[in-house]
Every structure is written in structure tokens, then in C-alpha cells.
């Protein structure tokens, strides 16, 4: 792991030292930055998000990490005595660190999988519409005629659009929580 301080890393964002520095980033586990600006820790996450093409998510609990939180891609506030400041301006909220864990290992897999079935399901509806449509053409001598009511189309699109999607949202568990909090390893499998 790295430890640095505001001190230095005043001195790493410098545009000589980025690159040297990302280097070696990229060799450690962990990068814990401590006593940073909050202008320091904007920069240093616009850095790594445009210079290694990385997903960021950056966590704070005070007003000071509102720039952080505003520029990662996904920014996480932690309900805190500092305020609410870092909590309005993120994506997601926690009550305390501990449960950052959980909002990772658990909802982001389970949101992961969600929105990717989703997606399938999508296609597949609309290329069964579509596909009834083309078909329908060659029946009819592609004069343009409708093949249903605007109602029925209103209501399949009710039915086939809204409904599936929240009873797949609320009831789709993959996994469930104690197993995806026991193997931290199943988090890779949605990366």
C-alpha cells in the first residue's frame, strides 16, 4: 500500500511527476491519501479517471469531499457530524463505513446483474415486436396497413415494458447477500 499526505502530493500533481506517480499507483493495493485539499482530491480522481481509463468512486463525509465525490463516477457520502453536504452531492448514501461493504459487494452485484438481464430482456422484446411487424408487411402487401389498435399497443408496452422490469427488480436475487459478503471473489465475476 501507499500513504501520502497533502504535503506531497502537492508536489506529485505537478505534470512532471503524474506519470511517475501513477506508475507506481498501479503497483499498490491500496493508495490512502490523508490531510488533502479538497482541490488536492478533484484532481488526484480526475487523474486517475482520465489518465488510467479507470471506474473511480470516491467516499467522503464532510463538505470538504464534495469536489471528490462530484467528479468520481460513482460517489459515495457517508451520513456523518460534518454535515450533509458530502451525502447531497453523491450518488449513494451510507449511515456509517461499515456499510460500504454491503453497498458494494452486495447491491453493486445485484444491481449489475439486474441491469444487464435488462438490457437482454429489451432487445428480446422489442425484436419480437419488430419481427411481428415485418412479418405482418408480407401478409398484407406492405401497404402500410396497422396491424393493432394504438390501445393494444399502449397496453403491450404497459405490460411488456413496466411490469417485468419491477417484478425483476425487486424479487431478482442471483445470490444471496451472506454468500456474495462471504466471497468478496464473486465482485469480479460483474466487473
Known sequence: GLVIDGRTLE??????????????????????????????KSVLVRLVRNK?????????????????IQVADTGVGILGQEGMQAVMASDFAV????????LLLVHGHWCYTRLTNMVLYFFYK?????????????????SGTS???????????LLFTSVPPIIYG????????????QLPQLYMMSQ
Open 11 to 40: 508536489h506529485v500533481l505537478h505534470d512532471s511527476l503524474q506519470n511517475i506517480f501513477l506508475e507506481l499507483t498501479e503497483k499498490c493495493r491500496a493508495v490512502v491519501c490523508c490531510r488533502a485539499t479538497p482541490l488536492q
Open 52 to 68: 488510467l481509463k479507470a471506474t473511480t468512486l470516491a467516499v467522503g463525509d464532510g463538505a470538504n469531499d464534495v469536489s471528490m
Open 95 to 102: 449511515s456509517q463505513f461499515r456499510h460500504l461493504r454491503k
Open 126 to 142: 422489442n425484436v419480437a415486436y419488430v419481427n411481428l411487424l415485418f412479418w405482418y408487411q408480407f401478409f398484407c402487401g406492405f
Open 147 to 157: 396491424m393493432t389498435d394504438y390501445w393494444i399497443l399502449i397496453l403491450f408496452n
Open 170 to 181: 425487486v424479487l431478482d436475487k442471483d445470490v444471496s447477500a451472506e454468500i456474495l459478503m
